[in-house]
T-cell receptor
Framework: DSGVTQTPKHLITATGQRVTLRCSPRSGDLSVYWYQQSLDQGLQFLIQYYNGEERAKGNILERFSAQQFPDLHSELNLSSLELGDSALYFC???????????????FGSGTQLSVL | KNEVEQSPQNLTAQEGEFITINCSYS?????LHWLQQHPGGGIVSLFMLSSGKKKHGRLIATINIQEKHSSLHITASHPRDSAVYIC??????????FGPGTRLSVLP
């Protein structure tokens, strides 16, 4: 068990809808990362938060947004969903001690999103 | 050319064999990570390294910064090692770039 909790495990929805994925990091970890894994694109970095603030942005669509709350849990909001958004969405956390310093990542078990 | 490449793409081995998975990258990095993803989908971080060599049980990871190359070795492979192994490189902003993965099947 990595200590990172993601909910829900599975989500089935329709095109045009909006969903929220939730992530609770390991106790004490300040950094949260979101990744998307699709069959054709592999794993892609979406966004990183550190102690409530956005720290790095990857290939995140404008229809997607995220935030990290004061209790350090994070939510990824996906709106105007399209068929191509169907993927496994992972959250990971790290200690987040120092900018630029590489840190070990701890992954949640992922949320499988199916857009029908 | 992809920023992170892995070889082989697929690998089938007999139990007990020595296995090597390679990763080459073209970007500047602060560290390289080896991840393991089991069929159920969960991802586990095996190693994080920025130089030299690390060993954990039957797993060994090496990196050559000058050649921008890393290898993951599995000694005395076992069917439970069957998984997808993913190389990920992190730049100084922790903006990870992932390799396409190597699918390993170890047959009993």
């Amino acid at each position: 068990d990595s200590g990172v909790t993601q909910t829900p495990k599975h989500l089935i929805t329709a095109t045009g809808q909006r969903v929220t994925l939730r992530c609770s990091p390991r106790s004490g970890d300040l950094s949260v990362y979101w990744y998307q894994q699709s069959l054709d694109q592999g794993l892609q970095f979406l966004i990183q938060y550190y102690n409530g603030e956005e720290r790095a942005k990857g290939n995140i669509l404008e229809r997607f947004s995220a935030q990290q709350f004061p209790d350090l849990h994070s939510e990824l909001n996906l709106s105007s969903l399209e068929l191509g958004d169907s993927a496994l969405y992972f959250c990971a956390s790290s200690v987040g001690v120092q900018t630029g310093r590489a840190e070990k990542l701890f992954f949640g078990s992922g949320t499988q999103l199916s857009v029908l | 050319k992809n920023e992170v490449e892995q070889s082989p793409q697929n690998l089938t081995a007999q139990e007990g064999e020595f296995i090597t998975i390679n990763c080459s990258y073209s970007v500047g990095i602060s560290a390289l990570h080896w991840l393991q993803q089991h069929p159920g989908g969960g991802i586990v971080s095996l190693f994080m390294l920025s130089s030299g060599k690390k060993k954990h049980g039957r797993l060994i990871a090496t990196i050559n910064i000058q050649e921008k190359h890393s290898s993951l070795h599995i000694t005395a492979s076992h069917p439970r090692d069957s998984a997808v192994y993913i190389c990920a490189v992190g730049n100084y902003g922790q903006n990870f770039v992932f390799g396409p993965g190597t699918r390993l099947s170890v047959l009993p």
